[in-house]
């Protein structure tokens, strides 16, 4: 079975605070996502990676860096968090084009104070 | 621009009772569509999928969906829901059919079951 492993559940961290969100995969998919998920509005893409060392910017970026040094470890970064960051964060990877399915980790919940 | 609604943001069913969950989309050809469930602490898992062919696709967990192409929708039907069927259920499109970054979520739908 894939395992998408978020190395945190939970997270609370204060407003100003460099945050790293940590993804590790272990099925060499080239593919890996960061999303935010928050109640009404469903999964919203930050940022994407298809290869080592690539990053794309998805549909919110604003505020998120990432890095990809190795295929199966996938990161996001905050900055310096700020309280409308305060969400669940999913990170997924996948292989291939969409006809493979995404696999997803637990999440990490992100309380910023 | 592309969009997917699920008009339910809650729903309650009795177990042993009938399920449909509603999705619509909107776009211009006809997309790839998927079903998947979030169970309470858990990341998401696909459900099935619908690339072309027959309309009615079969999932895991006895769960069935039927692509109408008239009315763009693809809703999610399970016929006896179980207990463990309690969860979060996210219809998903796909704008682009080789690339991940062009998925586009619902917001959700949120399954509460009755013993």
């Known amino acids: 079975d894939v395992k998408v492993t978020q190395s945190s559940r939970y997270l609370v961290k204060r407003t100003g605070e460099k945050v790293f969100l940590e993804c590790v995969q272990d099925?060499?998919?080239?593919?890996m996502f960061w999303y935010r998920q928050d109640p009404g509005l469903g999964l919203r893409l930050i940022y994407f990676s298809y290869d080592v060392k690539m990053k794309e910017k998805g549909d919110i970026p604003e505020g998120y860096s990432v890095s990809r040094e190795k295929k199966e470890r996938f990161s996001l970064i905050l900055e310096s968090a700020s309280t409308n960051q305060t969400s669940m964060y999913l990170c997924a990877s996948g292989k291939g084009a969409v006809n493979s399915p995404l696999h997803f980790g637990n999440g990490t919940r992100l309380t910023v104070t | 621009a592309q969009s997917v609604t699920q008009p339910d943001i809650h729903i309650t069913v009795s177990e042993g009772a009938s399920l449909e969950l509603r999705c619509n989309y909107s776009y211009g050809a006809t997309p790839y569509l998927f079903w998947y469930v979030q169970s309470p602490g858990q990341g998401l898992q696909l459900l099935l999928k619908y690339f072309s062919g027959d309309t009615l696709v079969q999932g895991i967990k006895g769960f069935e969906a039927e692509f109408k192409r008239s009315q763009s929708s693809f809703n999610l039907r399970k016929p006896s829901v179980h207990w463990s069927d309690a969860a979060e259920y996210f219809c998903?499109?796909?704008?682009?059919?080789?690339?991940?970054?062009?998925?586009?979520f619902g917001p959700g739908t949120s399954l509460s079951v009755i013993p």
């Open positions: 099925m060499d998919h080239e593919n």
């Open positions: 998903a499109v796909a704008t682009d059919k080789t690339s991940y970054d062009k998925v586009i």
